[in-house]
C-alpha cells in the first residue's frame, strides 16, 4: 500500500437521539455521544468512528477519555511518522497501552483515507465474499414481557434473522422463554455484558431448555478461567464479546475452552486490522464468529457490514439497519432487505457523509496538527 503522510486530524462529537431508549445490564442509554475522525493525508481523507460510550460502563473506554488519549498521546506519535500506512497504525502505538477504541478510530480513519486514494472498498481489502450480509438485532432489556414480545414482533415482521435479547439476574428466563412460546424457533441468543458470576452457572444452565445460538459474556470480562468452567456445566454455546481484547487474547480463551464463539468488535479490539486476525484465528480453529455493534452511524456500520462478508462470518450480526437506531443518520441510510445489508462497493468506506446534517449534529471540533518545528521520522 501506499504511504501517506498525516497531515491534521479534525475530531468532532456529534450528538444523535436514539429512535427507543436502549437498556443494557449497565444501564440505559437514550442518545449517543460519539466521536468522529476526518485524517486530513497527503492522499486525501478519511473518515473515523469511535465507538467508546459516554460513561465507561461497558468497558475502561468512555468517549471525553478516548478524545484525552489521541490528541495527547496518540495523533503525535502518528503525526511525526513521515510515511504512514494503515497497517502501521498499531505498531506505532504500541508504546501506549489500551485505548483499543481510540487506536480503532485513527486507524480507520487511516485505512479510509489509503483506500478511497486507492480506489478499493474496504469489502475487497478485507477479503469479503458476500455481497450482502445476514441481519440480527439487539434487543434491550425492557419494562414488561408484553412489551418486549411487541419490539421482537416488530423486528421480526421487518426481516431481521435473529434476535439478541439482552439479559440480566432477574430479566432472563422468563423473556427468554416468553419469546420461545410466542415466536417459535427464531433463531434466538441472549447478551449478559457480563453480569452474572460464576456462582449462577445452574441458573444459567436452565436457558440450555430453550435452544439458544449461544449466551454472550455471562461473565465479568477477566474472568476466562470462569468462563471455561461455565461451558462445563452449561451446554448453550458461551461466546465472548468484552473479554476478547486481542488476537493473542482469543487465542487464550479458545485454548481455555473459555468460548465456542467470538463477537468480534472492530473498537474494542484496537482496529478493524487486528479484528481480522481474530476472524483468521478463529477461522483456523474453527471458532465461529458475528459481527457486533456499538450503536454505530452509517460510518462506522459501513466498516462492519464489510468485514462481516468475510468468510468465518457465519452467524447474523448486530449488524442492524440505521433505522434501528437513528431517524436519521449521518451517512446515506443501510436499509433492511429480506433481513440483509448489501456490502457498500465503492472506494473506502463506500458512504458518504451528509455534511450539512453533520453540522447539525455537532456540538464540538478540534483540530490536532503536527508540532510546529517537529521533525518527522522516516522510521
Ligand atoms: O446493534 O449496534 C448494535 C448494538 C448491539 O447490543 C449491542 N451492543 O453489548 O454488544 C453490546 C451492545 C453495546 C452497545 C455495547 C453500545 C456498548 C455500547
Redesign the pocket.
Known sequence: MNALTLEAVELRRIRMPLVAP?E?S?GI?TERDILLLKAITSAGEGWGEC?A?EEPT?SSEYVDGAQHALVHHLLPRLFISARLTAEDVAKVLRPVHGHHMAKAAIEMAVLDAQLRSAGESFARYFGAVRHEVDCG??V?IHRTIPDLLQTVGDYLDQGYRRI?L?IKPGWDLEPVRAVRERFGDVPLQV?A?TAYSVSDAEHLAELDAFDLLLI??PLPEEQVLAHAELAKVVRTPICL??SITSAQGAADAIQLGACQVV?I?PGRVGGYLEARRIHDLCASNHIPVWM?????TGLGRAGNVAMAAMPNFTLPG???ASD??YHRDITEPFVLSEGRLRVPTGPGLGVTVDLEFLEQVTFATETARPEPGRVRATR
Open positions: 436502549f443494557t449497565f442509554q465507538v460510550t461497558y438485532v439487539s434491550g439478541k439482552k447478551d455484558n454472550e459474556q464479546d468484552e463477537n468488535k457486533g455493534g456499538m450503536l454505530e448486530d449488524t442492524s434501528r437506531y
